[in-house]
């Protein structure tokens, strides 16, 4: 056996100091490190513990929800037609609410990427009123949102300007505000035109602000036909919706000349609702982020607009409103949008959102085309230049239309039948017409598609027993 040489041994123990002292240091950085670290524990904690209560899958409970007295945690907050404190319970003669165009479909490609998508807000996050450049908006945000339009191709921002809203609905009236007071001092009210079926918030806010200098006119293509705004002295601002709320269909101003001034709202112009022919190219065009990612919530939305002296005015209109819009909202936008590039350049969440529209779609045309008493609109392929192939429009809302004679009001028959949906009068056409959302969560569609297989396995049995004039007139020819 070879004994060890005083030499060697000082080598095995400088070597032995040398890892000793190695292993003390990246102890003491993991250990500073985690200290740094520590302030995001706890909002980390919760966070966790707040996803994690238990509401049998018919429901979800939300950090800031109401605190039971019970357990000190918040409550479930149940889906439609579900209560008890863990959405157990499913309640009697629920009618299904079908109204609002509430996009939380995709809520399951949030929770997906929860890891991913989720923020951490610190105390002290940009408390300031403006950005460190005096602006109101991010500079990283607006450059996700020009990349986001440049990969989808739905609008061209080059050359444009981009302001931020708390919502495409606030957008709306900025810009109608903007425009009315872009025409000279001389000029009458200006007439705000919407084609048939229009989006009721377009009345309904310029009738609410009851401004003197614009006011709601009606139908664009009843201008067009009477071709009154050619004789007219007084200003247009034509709302082209595209793809239309509530048919989905792609539209096209119906106006043209030196008076008119349009605003179009491009809130459903997303792949998963609708093929993209090509990019829009429009003076005035608004985005929404409640329908691109589903967070209605967020209250955010974008005008690109063209018109440096449109912008001034509609940013000045901002500021004395709200100010800009929230910076947490910014930066909680520029992190979903940066989840949304990085699958796959937006392709994941647009095919995650088509998908579901397609079935739902699928699943709904199956029950009317049982149905001679409800149709619903029919929409044509087109080449989707993001898909690369021609793709069916699958909308946000089912336009049903009650197809028998004595069904003049379709809201109330279906309200009768226990689903609440949007009149047509509301949208400026014959109450013949009803909306129906298919934008909600799976659950809600679930109901609504139950409860017109209901209606419609009930409608064939009558028409066995003892047909209806109309279907038998339809059977004889
Ligand atoms: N435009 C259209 C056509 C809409 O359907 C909606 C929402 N239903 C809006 C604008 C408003 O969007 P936001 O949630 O951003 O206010």
Redesign the pocket.
């Known amino acids: 056996m070879q004994i060890c040489s005083s030499k060697n041994i000082l080598c095995c123990l400088i070597t032995c100091s040398l890892i000793l002292n190695l292993l003390l240091l990246v102890n003491v950085s993991l250990r500073s490190r985690s200290w740094e670290n520590s302030w995001t524990r706890d909002a980390m904690e919760e966070a966790e513990a707040v996803a994690s209560i238990h509401c049998s899958g018919n429901g979800r409970a939300f950090l800031d929800g109401v605190i039971s007295a019970d357990h000190g945690r918040p409550v479930c907050e149940c889906n439609a037609c579900y209560g008890g404190s863990d959405c157990t319970q499913l309640l009697p003669d629920c009618q299904v609410d079908a109204d609002?165009?509430d996009?939380t479909f995709l809520e399951p490609f949030w929770v997906k990427n929860a890891g991913s998508s989720a923020v951490v807000i610190s105390g002290w996050h940009r408390m300031s009123y403006e950005f460190s450049d005096g602006s109101l908006i991010s500079e990283e945000l607006k450059k996700h949102i020009e990349t986001v339009h440049a990969i989808t191709g739905n609008a061209i921002t080059q050359g444009k300007h981009i302001i931020f809203?708390?919502?495409?609905?606030?957008?709306?009236h900025a810009a109608v505000h903007s425009l009315s007071h872009q025409h000279s001092a001389s000029a009458s009210l200006s007439n705000v035109v919407a084609s048939i079926p229009y989006?009721p918030?377009y009345k309904e806010q310029t009738e609410f602000f009851k401004a003197e200098d614009y006011k709601f006119s009606g139908d664009s293509a009843k201008w067009k036909e009477d071709n009154d705004y050619l004789k007219t002295s007084s200003n247009i601002i034509e709302l082209v919706?595209s793809p239309?709320?509530p048919d989905g269909r792609l539209r096209k101003a119906v106006l043209e000349g030196p008076s008119v001034k349009k605003v179009h709202?491009l809130?459903?112009y997303w792949p998963h609702f609708t093929p993209i022919p090509e990019p829009a190219d429009e003076d005035l065009m608004?985005?929404?982020?409640?329908?691109l990612t589903g967070h209605?919530g967020s209250?955010?939305?974008w005008a690109i607009v063209k018109d440096e002296a449109v912008y001034r005015k509609m940013l000045t209109y901002i500021e004395l409103t709200a100010f800009g819009v929230s910076r947490e909202t910014q930066l909680r936008v520029l992190k979903l949008l940066k989840v949304l590039l990085h699958n796959g350049n937006g392709k994941e969440m647009s095919e995650f959102g088509h998908n579901i529209m397609r079935s739902r779609w699928m699943k709904l045309s199956q029950t009317m085309s049982q149905s001679t008493r409800f149709s619903i609109q029919q929409l044509e392929p087109q080449y989707c230049s993001f898909f690369h192939q021609l793709r069916t429009p699958y909308p946000?809302f089912a336009w049903v239309k009650c197809e028998r004679e004595e069904d003049r009001d379709c809201y109330q028959v279906l309200k009768n039948l226990n689903i609440t949906g949007r009149a047509g009068s509301l949208f400026g056409t014959e109450n013949r017409y009803v909306r129906l959302s298919l934008v909600k969560s799976q659950h809600d569609f679930d109901l609504l598609l139950r409860q017109l297989n209901k209606i419609v396995s009930e409608e064939r049995d009558d028409v066995t027993v003892m047909p209806s004039i109309s279907s038998a007139v339809r059977e004889n020819t």
């Open positions: 609002s165009g996009p809203g708390p919502g495409a609905t606030f957008l709306l989006y918030v919706t239309n709320n709202d809130a459903y608004i985005f929404t982020l409640s329908k209605a209250r955010f939305g946000a």
